[in-house]
């Protein structure tokens, strides 16, 4: 949605605020990035990452999410961003979440970001209501100051000081992250990547003097072979050798939603 893609960036080149022309976002300055015929701008220059989400990967998502097993997750995350007009979703994928908290704020607009190119072609299509651009977490967000009443993190990259600067005061940061036993018999059956122990209380320690509360999502998911086989390919695990073969299984979803509140 250009009007969320024009009123919402900067440029990142020069911090100067970014206006649509003929098809383009561009800055005083000419440094000018065109629309997708998709939906999407990229705001990177830069060749893109060897750990972004591939085309293979996000359709593993897509279905995987669309059966259904992380509504719990998905309803979660919006009931901690509350009552918004303006959402950000870094490190978006699908827009999944973006697209869920937009439901539940019916006059709301939003934007999702993510290193992945194919990740923001599908973003775009998450919302009627959503933009979606090509943006690194890590390197800095080409957003203005102050944009966004709600910024979701869910299993992405986090910029403490990228996130106090695009929230508004007042604003929500909602972060969600695994549980010490996420998945934990897929991880042991499979040998797939472990979980740090303390990432709740990492999350809340990076962000001093701000609000926090925490709600724990918790469920047993009882997953077909071909359920598994996504799960697996639609993360990090994908990048690491995933199993040839998987068998039907029961699983521990266990998430926290940890909700902050930008002084």
Same mark, same amino acid.
């Given at each position: 949605m250009t009007t969320v893609l024009s009123q919402w960036l900067r440029c990142p080149v020069c911090a100067a605020d970014l206006h649509e022309t003929e098809g383009s976002l561009v800055c005083p300055s000419r440094h000018a990035f065109d629309v997708a015929r998709q939906g999407y701008v990229n705001l990177t220059r830069r060749p893109v990452p060897n750990n972004a989400d591939t085309a293979p990967m996000l359709d593993a998502r897509a279905r995987f999410l669309a059966a259904g097993?992380?509504?719990? =997750?998905?309803?979660? @995350?919006?009931?901690?961003? %509350?009552p918004a007009e303006r959402i950000v979703e870094v490190g978006a994928g699908t827009g999944y979440y973006l697209a869920r908290a937009l439901e539940a704020n019916p006059g709301a607009r939003g934007l999702a970001t993510d290193v992945s190119p194919a990740a923001a072609k599908r973003a775009a299509r998450a919302h009627p209501r959503a933009g979606s651009i090509v943006a690194d977490t890590w390197a800095g967000l080409p957003l203005r100051d102050g944009v966004a009443d709600v910024v979701l993190c869910v299993f992405a990259p986090r910029n403490p000081a990228e996130?106090?600067? @695009? =929230?508004?005061? %007042?604003?929500? =940061?909602? @972060?969600? @992250?695994? %549980?010490?036993d996420h998945l934990a018999e897929l991880r042991e059956r499979y040998d797939l990547l472990g979980v740090d122990r303390d990432k709740a209380e990492a999350v809340a320690a990076s962000f001093p003097g701000w609000g926090h509360r925490r709600t724990e999502v918790r469920a047993q998911l009882e997953l077909s072979a071909d359920e598994v086989a996504d799960l697996i390919a639609m993360g990090p695990n994908a990048f690491h050798g995933p199993p040839t073969t998987t068998a039907p299984t029961r699983t521990t979803l266990a998430v926290t939603v940890v909700s902050l509140t930008r002084p």
């Open positions: 097993h992380y509504e719990a =997750l998905a309803d979660a @995350v919006a009931a901690a961003a %509350g996130f106090e600067r @695009v =929230l508004s005061p %007042g604003g929500t =940061l909602v @972060v969600a @992250v695994p %549980g010490a």
